[in-house]
C-alpha cells in the first residue's frame, strides 16, 4: 500500500513570498490533517479536512495560511505570504474515519526555509 | 498549547538497555498514542492505549496509562541503536473527531 506522498520536500523562500505544500493521502482515506512542526516541537494541528469539508482550522492563521482538499483526495496548503516564523517541516497525515480510534499515517513532510 | 508533555526531553543509553520516557496531559481524553520520528521514516505510529485500558505491549514496547494521574510512559526494552529516535506522545481528547495533540518529545539516543 502506497503511504501519504508530499511535494515538494525541500523548500527555500524569503519572507513575503508565497509557497505550496501538495499532499496526496493514502487511498481510500477520507480524513487528512495538516501538522506544522517547529524545529524540536511535537506537530501541532493546522487544519482537518474530512472528505472535502473542513472539520477543525482552529489553530490555522488564517490571515496567511490556506487549505484545500477540493475533490476530497489531494490537498494543497499555501502560506501568502511568509514569515521567518513559518519555517518548519509541514506534515501531511491521512486516516481511515473520523471518530473511531484510527492512527494516522504521516507524509514525509515538506522543509521550509523561510529567509 | 501543547497537550501532552514529554519528561525527559532527551535521554541517552547504552545498546541493550531499557529507556522510559513520560507523558503528562491536561484535559480528560479518549485515548493516547505514542509515535516514533527519525529522519529515515518520519513519524510513525507505535501503540495506541484507551482510556480505560492500564497497560499495553507490542514486541518490546510497554505503555501504561493512569488517567487519574494524567499520565503515561512508554518502556522500550533491550534497546537497539535502530531505536534511536524521536518519542512522541499524542492525545485525542473525548469528542474531539479523530483531532490528536502531539507532545514535546523525548529525543532518546542509544549509543552502540
Known amino acids: 500500500e502506497a503511504g501519504v506522498a508530499q511535494s515538494p520536500r525541500y523548500k527555500i523562500i524569503e519572507k513575503r513570498q508565497s509557497v505550496a505544500f501538495w499532499c496526496n493521502p493514502i487511498?481510500?482515506?477520507?480524513?487528512l490533517y495538516w501538522y506544522q512542526q517547529i524545529l524540536g516541537q511535537g506537530p501541532k494541528l493546522l487544519i482537518q479536512?474530512?472528505?472535502?469539508?473542513?472539520?477543525?482550522d482552529s489553530q490555522l492563521p488564517k490571515d496567511r495560511f490556506s487549505a484545500e482538499r477540493l475533490k476530497g483526495v489531494d490537498s494543497t496548503l499555501k502560506i501568502q505570504p511568509a514569515k521567518l516564523e513559518d519555517s518548519a517541516v509541514y506534515l501531511c497525515?491521512?486516516?481511515?474515519?473520523?471518530?473511531?480510534?484510527?492512527?494516522?499515517?504521516f507524509g514525509p513532510g515538506t522543509r521550509l526555509t523561510v529567509l | 498549547s501543547q497537550q501532552g508533555e514529554e519528561d525527559p526531553q532527551a535521554l541517552s543509553i547504552q545498546e541493550g538497555e531499557n529507556a522510559t520516557m513520560n507523558c503528562s496531559y491536561k484535559?480528560?481524553?479518549?485515548?493516547l498514542q505514542w509515535y516514533r520520528q527519525n529522519s529515515g521514516r518520519g513519524l510513525v505510529h507505535l501503540i495506541l492505549?484507551?482510556?480505560?485500558?492500564r497497560e499495553k505491549h507490542s514486541g518490546r514496547l510497554r505503555v501504561t496509562l493512569d488517567t487519574s494521574k494524567k499520565s503515561s510512559s512508554l518502556l522500550i526494552t533491550a534497546s537497539r541503536a535502530a531505536d534511536t529516535a524521536s518519542y512522541f506522545c499524542?492525545?485525542?481528547?473525548?469528542?474531539?473527531?479523530?483531532?490528536?495533540?502531539f507532545g514535546g518529545g523525548t529525543r532518546v539516543l542509544v549509543k552502540p
Open positions: 479536512f474530512q472528505n472535502n469539508g473542513v472539520v477543525d
Open positions: 497525515a491521512s486516516s481511515s474515519h473520523r471518530g473511531l480510534k484510527n492512527e494516522q499515517f
Open positions: 499524542a492525545t485525542k481528547k473525548e469528542a474531539a473527531g479523530n483531532k490528536l495533540t
Open positions: 484535559t480528560s481524553i479518549n485515548n
Open positions: 492505549i484507551r482510556s480505560n485500558e
Open positions: 487511498s481510500g482515506h477520507a480524513t
